[in-house]
């Protein structure tokens, strides 16, 4: 008898539950059902979340203890070995044939590089920040985190939680000031997406402006402003 | 470092910026690693497990936005949940639990945490509404992270009857922080 069991059907019974994982009483294998429902029920996930945020504060009693110098070294070596770039290479390093195959691509990517930029990147005017925005709204699970980089005047989207329903597209907007909405694309399906940012539209796109998305007919809006629903909007931020 | 410090270092790093998430290490790792130690209570396992902590917020970090938690609380979270499936997986009930207790309690007393303030007044005055000893079950198996099973044996009451206490502890605790 799994708590899961004796617990689910009831009324609550999730709430607690999710109490029960987030305290830290249960066994293994209740432990595994809890994180697969957090990572599969946004609504399971949510009891979970507001029961870290009631009992969080006594994570105050929690010391700080400093970890030894070697072990940030060893967490980059776990995520980043293939194309490290350490500090202190290390002689396995030095001798390894995956360094040097790494080391030999990115030299040819780098001249590619240089052959090609004065033709793809015409000299940009004022080379200004990245910007974050953080897209939500209440009473939508759409999500989205924006990274505009002037540079290279690109907008990456991610989506955090949400989906379009069947013949219909989202379509991110830009709203400066009290113009009316200027559109930025449909976004194209998948997590992780990227979208052109036009001139006209990069002149205006600034720390402040408000990303908005809507929804709207597959293709996009058929009028040039927006026709459905903004499912999320937030403003752009400096980092 | 201000809270919003930090949530622009998880957000960066979400962003699979290395520059920010060094950062981020130096800011917080001594806070997870305390907490790594607490639950592990031992230090070759609470090393182990902090690596594998940095290696899940650098590839969960996007997660952070759709938590209500403040960013160190998010934090924290994830490097509580990840020693206690740690030592879930390791630990046999018995054996440490007098280990456990030597160390159980540098922790600050209640009313130390409540100068802490705000919000975190609650859950303390809830807490109190308690009977002492279901209190201290529920406080040592947030910061220990003790099973239903270790729990029983340091109350020296049958599994289920644990089971009862607690659930019945966490059900006036959500009426009080509800109320």
């Not at chain 2, 609470?46 to 940095?54: G, M, N, S, T, Y």
């Not at chain 2, 899940?56 to 998010?74: G, Q, Y």
Request: hydrophobic share 45%.
């Amino acid at each position: 008898m799994t708590l899961a069991e004796d617990n689910g059907p009831e009324r609550g019974g999730d709430d607690l539950f999710a109490a029960e994982y987030v305290l830290g009483v249960l066994a293994t294998d209740e432990r595994q059902i809890a994180a697969r429902r957090i990572d599969t029920e946004a609504g399971f996930a949510r009891l979970v979340d507001s029961w870290e945020v009631h009992f969080s504060p006594m994570a105050a009693a929690y010391p700080e203890i400093e970890p030894p110098a070697s072990l940030k070294p060893a967490v980059d070596r776990r995520l980043f070995a293939s194309s490290s770039t350490a500090t202190q290479p290390s002689a396995g390093l030095w001798s390894s044939l995956g360094f040097w195959r790494g080391l030999a691509a990115a030299a040819v990517a780098a001249l590619a590089i240089y052959v090609a930029v004065p033709y793809l990147n015409p000299p940009v005017v004022a080379p200004q920040e990245r910007l974050v925005a953080s897209l939500a709204a209440d009473g939508s699970d759409v999500k989205y985190l924006v990274v505009y980089d002037a540079a290279r005047r690109d907008v990456g989207l991610s989506l955090v939680s949400g989906e379009r329903a069947a013949g219909k597209d989202f379509e991110l907007w830009m709203i400066e000031g009290k113009n009316a909405p200027v559109s930025m694309g449909v976004i194209p399906a998948g997590q992780t997406t990227h979208l052109a940012v036009t001139p006209a539209v990069q002149q205006k796109l600034a720390q402040g402006a408000v990303l908005a998305v809507s929804v709207e007919p597959t293709g996009g809006s058929p009028t040039g402003q927006p026709t459905g629903p903004v499912v999320a909007a937030g403003d752009l931020k400096g980092i | 470092m201000a809270p919003q410090d930090i949530s622009k270092l998880i957000v960066r790093t979400s962003m699979k910026d290395r520059a920010a998430f060094d950062l981020l290490y130096r800011q917080t790792s001594a806070k997870l690693f305390g907490v790594c130690l607490r639950v592990l209570n031992d230090r070759g396992d609470a090393e182990e497990a902090l690596q594998e902590v940095f290696v899940k917020i650098w590839t969960k970090a996007d997660r952070f936005a759709v938590s209500d938690l403040s960013p160190i609380s998010w934090l924290v979270a994830i490097a509580r949940n990840h020693a206690i499936d740690r030592i879930r997986a390791r630990r046999v009930p018995a054996a440490h639990i007098d280990a456990a207790l030597d160390v159980a309690d540098p922790a600050p007393g209640p009313e130390a945490m409540v100068v802490a303030g705000g919000e975190s007044e609650r859950i303390y005055h809830c807490l109190d509404e308690l009977e002492k000893d279901r209190a201290a079950a529920v406080r040592g198996a947030y910061l220990n992270g003790e099973s239903y099973a270790e729990l029983a044996e340091r109350h020296r009451v049958p599994l289920n009857t644990m089971r009862t206490w607690l659930r019945r502890s966490l059900l006036k605790l959500r009426e009080c922080l509800e109320r």
